[in-house]
């Protein structure tokens, strides 16, 4: 019979990629060194493979470390995710989650999903608003949780995806070849905004704004009913629109990064539960960022 996984083995292992450090590794565990290096050592015995090699000081994972890898974080997600479940009935209270509404009808039905199922006790409130006001509600603690795009001006928070900015345009109409280039965009300040404006301007590409509006559904409507080109997340690209991309003579777009932000002011285990299960939905997606533990820097300068 082969010998079952030990999660404290994949726990060590995934903490050396995170950290790139056996030192850091071992403080985090609170462990030597020599014996988290004999940790990894039983765990390579264990799968019979050599999982990394040392460059420098830094561990560079081999094709089968990269398999393990993934397969150790599924495991210890299943492996919260029972005790989750188990621990559910005992969980109550309620949690209100600030989002903005370009991600809520997108991104957030499977979270939700998942919360509920797990935690069905829990009262969950949702409000949808632009960033900013967000991050004001969060420092005034009158909401929990916020999942927002990251600005420069925001404090330090937990990047947890990171979505490509798309160029979109009605199926018809030829708005998208029009000088000045009409545009549907959100109220200034915005970071879908600035990157659109910034990467228009770079190529000296004129516009005109013909839409401003707080919701996606206005700049949807805009730009399904063919009067203007805007730029957007790409999960939130719908039947009826196109997207335009080099061969359009449209400039290239950066991602953006969906980050999260607790309230400071009072402790809510079922608080801690929803970033846990919003972290662990966006690990698993395609626009999981390639650091999943990067931290946002404060910056300066006032955003959306």
């Known amino acids: ?21 056996v030192s850091e590794t071992a403080r985090r565990v609170n462990r030597t060194q020599p014996a988290v290096t004999l940790q990894l050592q039983r765990l390579e015995q264990l799968v019979g493979a050599k999982l990394y090699s040392t460059v420098g000081r830094r561990p560079v994972l081999t094709a089968d470390g990269e398999l393990l890898l993934g397969y150790s974080r599924t495991i210890l997600d299943l492996n919260k995710e029972v005790l989750s479940r188990l621990q559910a009935p005992r969980l109550g209270g309620r949690v209100i989650l600030g989002i903005p509404d370009l991600y809520a009808a997108y991104v957030l039905p499977p979270v939700l999903s998942a919360f509920n199922l797990a935690y069905p006790n829990v009262d969950l409130e949702i409000r949808c608003s632009l960033s900013n006001r967000l991050m004001t509600a969060i420092s005034r603690d009158e909401i929990d949780v916020a999942l927002v795009t990251r600005m420069p001006a925001f404090k330090q928070g937990l990047v947890v995806a990171q979505e490509p900015l798309v160029w979109v345009a009605g199926e018809s109409g030829p708005q998208q070849q029009m000088n000045p280039l009409p545009l549907a965009m959100l109220p200034p300040g915005n970071i879908f905004r600035d990157h659109a404006l910034a990467a228009l301007d770079q190529v000296g590409r004129s516009w005109r704004l013909v839409c401003i509006s707080e919701s996606l559904s206005g700049i949807q409507a805009a730009v399904l009913g063919g009067i203007a080109v805007s730029a957007v997340g790409a999960s939130s690209v719908i039947p009826g629109m196109r997207v335009l991309g080099r061969d359009d003579s449209f400039p290239p777009l950066p991602k953006v990064d969906l980050t999260l932000y607790r309230a400071d002011g009072r402790a809510n285990p079922a608080c801690d539960a929803l970033i846990d299960i919003i972290a662990r939905h966006f690990r698993q997606s395609a626009i999981a960022p390639a650091d999943y533990v990067s931290r946002t820097q404060a910056g300066s300068g006032a955003h959306e």
């Open 1 to 21: 019979m082969q010998q079952p996984m030990d999660l404290r083995l994949l726990q060590t292992f995934i903490l050396l990629v995170e950290t790139g450090s």
